[in-house]
């Protein structure tokens, strides 16, 4: 099992970007993949969650409205549409599987990480 976080960069307040996470190894249909993000001297926090079992998206309150999280079975790819980005949404973004198919956004509820992708939104 592998996943692969990138698409990550600078931006600044108001403009968006694409995460993506390249899956391999399992079936997107038999993991929920979420995104989690840790900012210095935070704890890490889950902020989007799409379920295996039927594609179902979840959002945390801080980032719902203002990010998108798709799912590409073809080719096995977890996309995180972020869009009126923050200087608060500036954090390590990682994306993860959890064999909790119905997906949640405790990150110790994964067993699976990539590595991350920093994302900075200043002025």
């Known amino acids: 099992v592998q996943l692969q976080a990138s698409g990550g960069g600078w931006a600044q307040p108001g403009d968006s970007l694409k995460l993506s996470c390249a899956t391999s190894?399992?079936?997107?249909?038999?993991?929920?993949i979420g995104w989690f993000r840790q900012a210095p001297g935070k704890e890490r926090e889950g902020v989007s969650y799409?379920?295996?079992?039927?594609?179902?998206?979840y959002y945390a309150g801080s980032v719902k409205g203002r990010f998108t999280i798709l799912r590409d079975n073809a080719n096995n790819i977890i996309y995180l549409q972020m869009t009126s980005l923050k200087p608060d949404d500036t954090a390590i973004y990682f994306c993860?599987?959890?064999?909790?198919?119905?997906?949640?956004?405790?990150?110790?509820?994964?067993?699976?990480w990539g590595q991350g992708t920093q994302v900075t939104v200043s002025s």
């Open positions: 993860a599987a959890s064999a909790y198919v119905l997906g949640t956004l405790a990150p110790w509820a994964y067993d699976y």
């Open positions: 799409i379920s295996g079992s039927d594609g179902s998206p």
């Open positions: 190894g399992f079936s997107l249909d038999d993991y929920a």
